[in-house]
T-cell receptor
Framework: GQSLEQPSEVTAVEGAIVQINCTYQ??????LSWYQQHDGGAPTFLSY????GLEETGRFSSFLSRSDSYGYLLLQELQMKDSASYFC?????????FGAGTRLFVKA | SQTIHQWPATLVQPVGSPLSLECTVE??????LYWYRQAAGRGLQLLFY??????ISSEVPQNLSASRPQDRQFILSSKKLLLSDSGFYLC????????????FGEGSRLTVL
């Protein structure tokens, strides 16, 4: 089967850097992606790693190590609007399976 | 660009009543389509996916069913709702047929009383 683990909550202060880790177990793996979801809204795509290494998109970066079945999302220069839930997800075959999500609280 | 329409946006249904949620996709052809459910404060659970008209794969045995009568239409149904069916139902497809990015509709929030 497939499973993902990520912390349930993370708290950080405005302007800081925060890292959200994700470990996974799967057979048949295409890549690891990250999504952001604000309360009441639909998830929106942040990044996708098909290969090992770091992908950078503005203030957000995502990392994947396939040999370690591990990835992380790095958020820099945190802003209050970054307070949301963040989900890692693995794609294999036709399916994308999501982790339970990490709730990020950004404090002033 | 792709757009996903879902309706109704919100509904409250009694236990034992039927359900029909609709999803239509614009701006792409022959998309892989997905139904996810999210319970309050939880992650997204994959319910069904479809790679073409009439082709449905079920991920979780339950009292829900899905159908794909047209290329860009995906329907989630139930004959008799349970309390546990309450949740936020999201329809999704891959952005531009790429494997990496799922694009979601705005969702249908179902409360079963």
């Amino acid at each position: 089967g497939q499973s993902l683990e990520q912390p349930s909550e993370v708290t950080a202060v405005e302007g800081a850097i925060v890292q959200i880790n994700c470990t996974y177990q799967t057979s048949g793996f295409y890549g690891l992606s990250w999504y952001q979801q604000h309360d009441g809204g639909a998830p929106t795509f942040l990044s996708y790693n098909a290969l090992d290494g770091l992908e950078e998109t503005g203030r957000f970066s995502s990392f994947l190590s396939r040999s370690d079945s591990y990835g992380y999302l790095l958020l820099q220069e945190l802003q209050m609007k970054d307070s949301a839930s963040y989900f890692c997800a693995i794609t294999g075959g036709f399916k994308t399976i999501f982790g339970a999500g990490t709730r990020l609280f950004v404090k002033a | 660009s792709q757009t996903i329409h879902q309706w109704p946006a919100t509904l409250v249904q009694p236990v034992g009543s039927p359900l029909s949620l609709e999803c239509t996709v614009e701006g792409t052809s022959n998309p892989n389509l997905y139904w996810y459910r999210q319970a309050a404060g939880r992650g997204l659970q994959l319910l069904f996916y479809s790679v073409g008209i009439g082709q449905i794969s079920s991920e979780v045995p339950q009292n829900l069913s899905a159908s794909r009568p047209q290329d860009r239409q995906f329907i989630l149904s139930s004959k008799k709702l349970l309390l546990s069916d309450s949740g936020f139902y999201l329809c999704a497809c891959h952005r531009d047929q790429g494997a990496g990015e799922l694009f979601f509709g705005e969702g249908s929030r179902l409360t079963v009383l």
